[in-house]
């Protein structure tokens, strides 16, 4: 009778286990247009970085996962004489042809002006996004998203994205038409939108704020600002975290903030486990060096 009843609970134990879903997570921000690794006589990252590497890696971690999303949080382009000659373009194709499924976008997309950022989005195949910018008036209009929604294996994850404040940081006649709007007020009236009309489970926040404590407004405070954003994937400082930080927003949830340095030379992992109920069970965070 013993042995029956052992044998009968093993299906149920194997459809317990079956009930979670695990999702990676990767993230990249501040690539700064480079599509080679660092030369190797450089004094920090030699070797390190690159397209390919980039691309490889994301591969391999697709072969080993099902369930996988990949972001950036902007500043893919960056002011040279690659983009110079180019617009950005060798970029967008790259990241496209790696299947990211969002991007953020920071002040550098401008660099080539609003008219060259349209043409690009135009031709990326995934979508970007900015919640925080008015751009009605402008040529981004009806091409800028302020969110997306992703669905993994029954996980619906909303997905948002929120932008710096483009005076003084590039001329103004490269972002006409577009009216910067208070970060923390529309991430979290985006959220709640995620959260209470989309019906997301999960809920991400793709930054380009920074986390320099100098700035009035950065993903520290935006975390602890925060209402119904689980996650921060955050750019714009090029800060390195090996560990994520961890903050209460205002709902006293737990909140948990990214980065992964610059220039391409690290991806920002993190493995999260959801129950049956899509409660998160744990996650495990971590960035990956890419090349070597």
């Not at 009236?189 to 959260?195: G, P, Q, R, V």
Request: hydrophobic content about 40%; proline content about 4%; glycine content about 10%.
């Amino acid at each position: 009778m013993t042995g029956a009843f052992l044998l009968g609970s093993l299906p149920l134990l194997r459809a317990a286990k079956a009930k979670t879903t695990r999702l990676t997570i990767l993230h990249t921000n501040d690539t700064q247009g480079l599509l080679n690794p660092f030369p190797e006589q450089a004094p920090q990252f030699a070797g390190r970085g690159g397209l390919q590497a980039r691309a490889d890696l994301i591969r391999k971690i697709r072969t080993e996962e099902s369930n996988v999303l990949l972001f950036d949080s902007g500043d893919f382009f960056q002011g040279g004489p690659d983009f110079d000659l180019y617009q950005g373009a060798p970029q967008i194709k790259a990241m496209q042809l790696m299947g990211y499924d969002a991007a953020g976008i920071g002040e550098h997309e401008f660099d080539g002006g609003v008219d060259n950022l349209a043409r690009q989005i135009r031709q990326a195949g995934f979508p970007l996004l900015c919640c925080n910018y008015e751009v009605q008036q402008s040529v981004l209009a009806g091409s800028l998203l302020p969110y997306v929604v992703c669905i993994r294996e029954g996980l619906k994850i909303g997905v948002l994205g929120v932008s710096p404040d483009l005076q003084g940081k590039i001329p103004e006649k490269e972002y006409k038409g577009i009216v910067y709007l208070n970060p923390v007020d529309k991430a979290n009236e985006t959220a709640l939108y995620l959260s209470r009309k989309q019906k997301c489970d999960f809920v991400i926040c793709l930054s380009h704020l920074g986390l320099n404590d100098q700035l009035q407004v950065n993903d520290k405070t935006l975390a602890k600002e925060s209402r119904h954003i689980d996650l921060v994937i955050g750019g714009h400082s090029h800060t390195l975290l090996q560990q994520p930080l961890k903050y209460f927003n205002r709902d006293k949830e737990e909140i948990l903030v990214v980065q992964a340095g610059w220039g391409g030379t690290h991806l920002g992992r993190i493995d999260y486990l959801f129950s049956s109920q899509k409660n998160i069970l744990s996650a495990n965070a971590q960035t990956v060096e890419i090349g070597k």
